[in-house]
Every structure is written in C-alpha cells, then in structure tokens.
C-alpha cells in the first residue's frame, strides 16, 4: 500500500451507505461538509475556467439546481462565485418547486438569495419551456460557465422531462463556454448513463463514485478534480484496493534539503535515451530531471548528438555513445554505459531510442546488469525487452494504451500485474498506477499534456524521484503524475491551452509544489 495520502473510490451503493454512517442523522454536520463542497467547486470552477480565457468583467453563470444535496452543492458553489466576483450574474433552473427541495437545498437557496438576490434570475421549468428560454436569454451573449447540480448519485433511470431536452440543449449549444458537473454529469448513474450532460470537468466532492472512471463514460465526465474533504481522514478503508491518491500528496515534496549534503545526496540518474531522429525526446527528458531536482544526471546519447547537448544543457554530464548505421544507439557502447552505471542509483531509458533492434538488445543488457530502481518509457516499452528482464517493484514501466497494447496485448492492466511484479503508469486523462493488489488513479492534469514531448518530461521527473530513493517506487510513479500534471494545470491557466510548448511545463514545477490549490 502507498505511504501517500490515498482515498478509496466507492461504488454509489457504498457511497450511500458510508456517508450515512458517516453522518449519522447529524443535519448540521452535512451542513458544513456542504459548504466545504460548494466552496471548493467554485474555487475549483474558477480556477479552470482560467484555462479557456481571462475571465471576464461580469461572467454569466448558468445553474441546474436538483432538489437533492447536489442542488445544495450547486447553489453553494455559485454562492462562492457571486461572493468572490461582485459582478458575476446567475441564471439558475430549479428542477423542483423549493419546498419540495430536501432541507439543505432550501437553506443553500435562502443563503445565495441573502447574498445576491439582485444578481439572481429564475427560470421556471413548470411554466415555461427552459430551452425556449435559455435560446432567449443566451441571444448576443451567451454563458461563461454551467454548474450542473441536477441529479446526485441517488438518481434513477430513464430520466424525465424537462431533464433530456435540457441536456441536449447544453450538449449541443455553443453559448455555454465552461461545462462543470458536480459529482457526477445528469445521466450518469449507477445503474448507467442516458444521453449523459457532456461535462468539461466533474468535480468529485469528497468520494470519488466508480462511475466516474468508468472507461465507458470518459466522454461525458471530462477532466476529473477530487475535492478531498476528510470524510476518509479518522476511517479505516484500507482493505479498498481502487484509490485516489489526494490533492495533498504533493506536500511530501516539500522537503529542506539538508544542510550537510552534496550533490550525491540527491541522487544520480542515468538515462539512457535519443537517437539521430528523435534527439530532442533525450533533451526534454534530462531538463526534466534536473528540473525535478536531481543531484547527478548522467545521459547516454548517440556520439553525433554529444557537442549540440553538450552546449545546450551543461549541467548534465553527456556520454557519447557508438552509434547504428540508423543513428541509434549501438550495442558496442554497452561497456561504457557499465562503468557509468556503477555510479548510479537510478536508470531510466526509452524516450526516443527508436524502433532499430540492436538497440533494443542494447536496452536488455544494460537493464540485466543495473541492480536498482528502473524506469522504462517510451521505445523500451517492448515485449523483446520487458519478457527477458527481471521484474521487480524496483521495476517502473510508463506506457499509454497504445504503448500496452504493443506490451502486452490486449490484457487488463489489472491482470497483467498480477503476472509481471513491478509499477505500472498506465498514462491517459485519468492516469492511473498499478503496484500488486493496488490500483490508484492520479486525477488533475490539463488536455495541454496531450502533445508530443509531455512523455519525456514525466520520465525525467519519475526518474530524478526514483534516483532520491526517498520514497518507494510506487510512491515515486504517484507523486510524479500528480507533480506533472500540476504543472501543467498552472501553466494552462496562466497561457491557455493552445499557445504552449510542452517544455513550458518545467517552468511550472517549482510554483506547483509550493502552493496548495
């Protein structure tokens, strides 16, 4: 098990039955786990909406209120909103009459009201056709963000009028920029999905619910946040193997480097990558490292790469290798790569080695013969490789889908572990880790890391954390993913999405592990 602070992902029917226990009838307890709730999603709401543009003078906020605790969560996130924007607007569509809204709801309605009745409109469902409406009221100016807070985990299908229109509205207009769900998008249940809102992000407050992670409902939850709050801190889950590893494992990186160390207190990593084609994959690797705070990092690249690498980044040490005809590394390097490997505590290899077999070969043997933490990526996440290596949970593999498939074949990464004993990074928008029993996803992250390059920045961040040997390989792969995928939050919100280098990321590290958000 992670010595990081994870919590367990649970089913809807063991979401109910934790939170009654949780509970326990105590109405103003559920009060306050409400507004921590709506609190956070509005913080968190805003913060992505930062990713698409500045956010502007007066932002319209469209609302789906449900007459359940996500109606309650959806008015207080709004609420969070009007209170930190003061000319912010709300157009809200209750699903429900408000006497018929469960009791927090009611009181989550009469605060927002309190704080803001003059920036309010209603929209009636029961007297007008709210799509009518909403084509109305969106003419020349259409919305900056929707909370959907329509229907909760307690929601049942085939769902009814005017809930299906309304979803196909919202799915198909181009008037609503930011799409935000709480907990789970509406059509999304436990029992299935029904033409599901199609969210940009789901913000999963204090359990994160399966569906959610189901494969088959990607497409309608976007990008997950988990809105951590403390249900799980004085509770004893630790027999749920489906986790979620907290927003809060980060702070384990804040750490003083010690006064009496030196460079090699920190760790030296080898890397063993970069090819006459793909030179660029190695640089981005070994920026990454040294960015992620390794001590030494030594770099085995093709002979012909060695004076340009050199002259770029002078702070690692480049050895120069005998090349392929093809420009890839040559197996008669690997006695060079013995003597370097002896001062390393940690060896990853893979970005941009290309496809050419001797270098595969050469891969292998220099693996058999490192005895230490082990990170494969990229070109060397091959079954010519992996099947004649010994695996280990010192061993750390690092693919996508694709990259599994050409592994594995198309085996559940839940069984294959079982049968090969090392870490798994299955990389994705919802990235997860695999490490004997356990299955751990790693949420956060921003559509920016899809493009060529955010692999090899991973790699070096994994492997300068694994060459620390603070912390478990396991550990290792977590911190790594929620590390990048931080970075690359903040880097979006500060430049957008579009207009960036995936290298861009690194200069985000730093900030992303010295601020809680």
Known sequence: MSRLPTDPILSVEESLSFEKKYFGGDEELEWQAMNKAGEGVGDALLRDMRELRTIPHRPRILVLVGKGHNGGDGLLATKRLLQTIPTARAVII????????????????????????????????????????????????????????????????PLREPIPALIQWINDSEKIAVRASVDLPTGVTGEGSENPLRADF??????????????????????????????????????????VLCPSALQKLRRLRSVAGDKRSHGHLFLLAGSLDLGGAAM????????????????????????????????????????????TLALEGLGKIRQSLNRATALAAGPGLGSVKETHTLVREVCNFFDGPTLLDADALRSE????????????????????????GKVDPKEWIQDNPCTLILKGPHSQVFSGQDQTFCMGGSSLLARGGSGDLLTGILGALLA?????????????????????????RQHGQESIRASEILNFLSFATRNDF
């Open 385 to 408: 490789i992996v099947e004649k290596i010994e695996l280990s949970d010192e061993l750390v593999l690092t693919p996508h889908a694709g990259e599994f498939i050409r592994l594995a």
């Open 94 to 157: 209750p699903l429900a009459r408000w006497e018929d809204c469960r009791s927090l709801t009611q009181r989550a309605w009469k605060e927002l009201k309190e704080l803001a009745e003059n920036r309010i409109e209603m929209i009636d469902p029961s007297s007008v056709n709210p799509c009518e409406e909403l084509e109305k009221r969106s003419e020349g100016r259409g919305f900056d963000a929707l909370i959907d807070g329509l229907l909760g985990m307690q929601a049942k299908l």
């Open 202 to 243: 789901t913000y999963c407050t204090g359990i994160v619910k399966k569906p959610v992670i189901d494969p088959i409902n990607s497409e309608y939850v976007g990008r997950l946040r988990y809105l951590n709050l403390g249900f799980f801190d004085d509770n004893n889950l630790e027999e749920k193997r489906l986790r």
């Open 284 to 327: 981005m690797a070994a920026q990454a490292a040294l960015k992620a705070g390794v001590g030494l990092l030594t770099v085995g690249i093709p002979e012909s790469l060695h004076p340009a690498f050199v002259a770029q980044l002078p702070e690692a040490m480049w050895v120069p290798l005998p090349e392929t005809p093809e420009g």
């Open 468 to 492: 620390k040997r603070i912390f478990s390989p396991q550990d290792c792969a977590q911190l790594s993913l929620q590390w990048h995928g931080r970075a690359a939050e903040v880097l979006a």
